[in-house]
């Protein structure tokens, strides 16, 4: 599950840059010959994302949901789509912010695959919170993938009370989740905002950027 929904956000995140990269030459020709604001390409390229994401999640949704065999209830179902929908949201928002703060399409590409690897790294899926150094602690709760799994699991599983057999023991579905990711399923309303918060913030990041950072040499 959560596999899936790095993979498809990161593609997602990859697969931009090309397009963006090509789009903001014609912002500068544009700014420059003062047709329009480079803050209104901007918030054009960020709202035209939502409607393509939607379909994209309703798509991947439809197919995983049933294959996995989640809980057939319309309250997981909700979460499900809404924690998949911010992922791809913020990754994809995330990806045209790197073209925003870098000057060529491979600069952009070498960044974002390092962050890749710390938004998987620290997720707390490979390496639980409670395993995670106090020192570095500090990155797995600003790391916004950490809050993807949360709101995954947590909606999945967090009210599941069947007993279980993990690591030898026998323990409730909620008390593994409680112990060894430390994700309680009061926390989903915070999961809730973080979740909406990424895609905003760097929506705004990009859209500030792109106005104000200027890269055409000619």
């Not at 939607?54 to 809404?82: D, E, L, N, R």
């Not at 809730?192 to 500030?208: E, G, S």
Request: hydrophobic letters at 50%; aromatic letters at 24%.
């Amino acid at each position: 599950m959560f596999s899936a929904a790095l993979f498809f956000g990161f593609y997602n995140s990859s697969s931009i840059l090309q397009y963006v990269v090509i789009e903001r030459s014609v912002v500068y020709r544009e700014k420059f010959a003062r047709m329009y604001a480079p803050c209104s390409y901007a918030l054009a390229q960020v709202l035209i994302e939502i409607p393509y994401i939607f379909i994209q999640v309703i798509s991947f949704t439809a197919i995983t949901y049933p294959m996995v065999g989640f809980y057939w209830t319309g309250y997981k179902v909700f979460w499900y789509t809404y924690s998949m929908f911010c992922t791809l949201l913020y990754l994809t928002y995330f990806g045209m912010l790197m073209v925003s703060v870098t000057p060529n399409y491979p600069v952009a590409a070498i960044i974002l695959t390092a962050f890749f690897n710390v938004f998987y790294l620290f997720s707390g899926f490979l390496i639980p919170e409670p395993q995670i150094p106090t020192w570095w602690k500090w990155l797995y709760y600003l790391n916004p993938t950490s809050w993807t799994l949360k709101g995954m699991l947590v909606s999945q599983y967090g009210d599941i009370v069947q007993n279980t057999l993990v690591f030898g023991k026998n323990i409730t579905v909620t008390g593994f989740l409680t112990e060894y990711f430390t994700f309680h399923h009061h926390d989903l309303p915070i999961i809730a905002i973080m979740l909406v918060l990424y895609p905003i913030v760097f929506a705004w990041l990009f859209v500030f950027f792109i106005s104000k950072l200027h890269f055409q040499k000619r």
